[in-house]
Structures are given as structure tokens and as C-alpha cells.
């Protein structure tokens, strides 16, 4: 599809558990962006790619979050050791990024993360 | 600490009426602001771009910009059911001459009724 594609839709794993998430962003997006979304609250930025720049890690709420973009492409973020508050929507956005439209994202459909 | 504030309502207001959405942003140097619209369960769509100073229009959309107050707003007119949703706002950080990342308002539930 021509879209942002993410993996898998929904995950139920047991605290403890690494999991990946893994997003595929639409063909020519240079940029790349995961947010988490808890239930009923705003877009939580977590880690920015931009081409082959140093990525903007900034949101990671601990090291056990981790996120990587192979040949500026598929992006896979993992969670290590899950705790029960990692439980929330993962969302994947891809953009162009070209100063002229810098921040329209284009969003996949999110991958809902339970920790049991 | 770069941040954008909305109110989170939730905003009723009847069938037909405007709707007027309001965003906050801390960074001053901060150069485009978007609307997102994210319905129930869904994915957040981007609705509105603005970059100067004033007003723009799109249908029944009109977005406002004030980077003196740092303030944007969001205007819907004839409000309709359909318009029902969480409208995000979100603002590009620059910093460094870098491109910065887009960092996201908590959201205003706006519930349009019958």
C-alpha cells in the first residue's frame, strides 16, 4: 500500500517481555517519527529520524526503549523488560520533511501494546 | 522545556455554530503549526498548515496565527456531527538550525451536537 505501514496491529506480552514494533514508512519519507498515545491523552514524541542524521532521541522515556532505521528506510522500535505502564498505542509517522512542509505527517494505524 | 498547551474540553457546541479551538506554544522561535483531527480510535490526519502571521482559509477551516502572543487557533464553521473528534495541535521545535521535531498538543474533544 502506499501508506505507513505498522507491525503487529496488537500485542499482548507479559511484563518482563521484550517487544518490537516495527513501521514501515511511505517510499521517499526522509523523516521518521514514534509517538505513544495513552488511553485518552495526547501524542507523546519519542525518537525522530531525519535521513541519515544522528537521530533525536530525546522523548525515549528510559534506556529501555530503543528505536532503529535501516538504509533510511523500516524503523523498529523495542522495548525492553516491558512494564505494565508501557502499555499504550505506539505510533509510526513518516514525512518528507522538506521545509516546505515540515511537520505534515502522514500516520500509520499504530500498534497497541498491552503488558499483562 | 518545549511545550504546547490546549485546553482539553470537551467543546460542545450545537449543530451550525463555530467551533474555535485555542493552542498555546512556549518555543518563540518556533516556525509552523499544524491541526491534526484524530477521530475515536483512529489515527491523527493532518488538517491545516500555517506558517505567516494571520489567518488561513481552507472550507469551512480557518487556522490563526500569532507568534507575537504565541498563540494558534483553529475556527470551524457550520459545525457539523461529522466534525466530532480530538483536534491536536502541534508545533515545529527548531532548534540548532535543525529541522526539530513536531511536538503535539494534549488534544480539545470537540463534540458537535444535532
Known amino acids: 500500500g502506499a501508506g505507513v505501514s505498522q507491525s503487529p496491529s496488537n500485542k499482548v506480552t507479559e511484563k518482563g517481555k521484550d517487544v518490537e514494533l516495527r513501521c514501515d514508512p511511505i517510499?521517499?519519507?526522509?523523516?521518521l517519527y514514534w509517538y505513544r498515545q495513552s488511553l485518552g491523552q495526547g501524542l507523546e514524541f519519542l525518537i525522530y529520524?531525519?535521513?541519515?542524521?544522528?537521530?533525536?532521541k530525546s522523548g525515549l522515556p528510559s534506556d529501555r526503549f530503543s528505536a532503529e532505521r535501516t538504509g533510511g528506510s523500516v524503523s523498529t522500535l523495542t522495548i525492553q523488560r516491558t512494564q505494565q505502564e508501557d502499555s499504550a498505542v505506539y505510533l509510526c509517522?513518516?514525512?518528507?520533511?522538506?521545509?516546505?512542509?515540515?511537520?505534515?505527517?502522514?500516520f500509520g494505524e499504530g500498534s497497541r501494546l498491552t503488558v499483562l | 522545556q518545549k511545550e504546547v498547551e490546549q485546553n482539553s474540553g470537551p467543546l460542545s457546541v450545537p449543530e451550525g455554530a463555530i467551533a474555535s479551538l485555542n493552542c498555546t506554544y512556549s518555543?518563540?522561535?518556533?516556525?509552523?503549526f499544524f491541526w491534526y483531527r484524530q477521530y475515536s480510535g483512529k489515527s491523527p490526519e493532518l488538517i491545516m498548515s500555517?506558517?505567516?502571521?494571520g489567518d488561513k482559509e481552507d472550507g469551512r477551516f480557518t487556522a490563526q496565527l500569532n507568534k507575537a502572543s504565541q498563540y494558534v487557533s483553529l475556527l470551524i464553521r457550520d459545525s457539523q456531527p461529522s466534525d466530532s473528534a480530538t483536534y491536536l495541535c502541534?508545533?515545529?521545535?527548531?532548534?540548532?538550525?535543525?529541522?526539530?521535531?513536531?511536538?503535539f498538543g494534549k488534544g480539545t474533544k470537540l463534540s458537535v451536537k444535532p
Open positions: 509517522a513518516s514525512s518528507l520533511n522538506r521545509l516546505e512542509n515540515t511537520g505534515e505527517l502522514f
Open positions: 517510499s521517499g519519507h526522509t523523516a
Open positions: 529520524f531525519q535521513g541519515n542524521s544522528a537521530p533525536d
Open positions: 518555543d518563540r522561535g518556533s516556525q509552523s
Open positions: 500555517i506558517y505567516s502571521n
Open positions: 502541534a508545533v515545529n521545535m527548531r532548534y540548532g538550525g535543525s529541522q526539530g521535531n513536531l511536538i
